[in-house]
């Protein structure tokens, strides 16, 4: 499996992540962030990097999925469809 990702850093360090894993017949996004991404959240690089990760989904020519972690309705914000239970797939899948 390979995987593109863009990662955030805040002080020169890493601090999030959100990206894609590239399977045979289909891709997942993934993202993980440290606590310390909170106060930055709608800050241009955290929003540039949702914008490239989405730029990564629409491109990659492959049904995309993701899990929405309990409490979040992120996926949704910024273009997924809910499927089925906390499956997610992206709006331009093929």
Same mark, same amino acid.
């Given at each position: 499996?390979?995987? $593109?990702?863009?990662?955030? =850093?805040?002080?020169?360090?890493? +601090? ?6 590239? %399977? ?17 959240? $709608?800050?241009?690089?955290? =929003?540039?990097?949702?914008?490239? +990760? ?6 990659? %020519? ?33």
């Amino acid at each position: 499996m390979t995987s $593109r990702a863009v990662v955030i =850093l805040i002080d020169d360090e890493p +601090a999030a992540m959100i990206g894609l894993a590239y %399977g045979i017949d289909c891709a997942t996004m993934f993202s993980d962030a440290k606590p310390e991404i909170e106060p930055h959240k $709608r800050k241009f690089p955290v =929003l540039r990097a949702i914008k490239m +990760a989405m730029k990564l989904a629409d491109t990659c %020519g492959r049904p995309v999925y993701a899990i929405q972690q309990e409490g979040t309705n992120i996926l949704s914000r910024v273009g997924f469809e809910h499927l089925d239970g906390e499956v997610y797939t992206w709006r331009n899948s093929p």
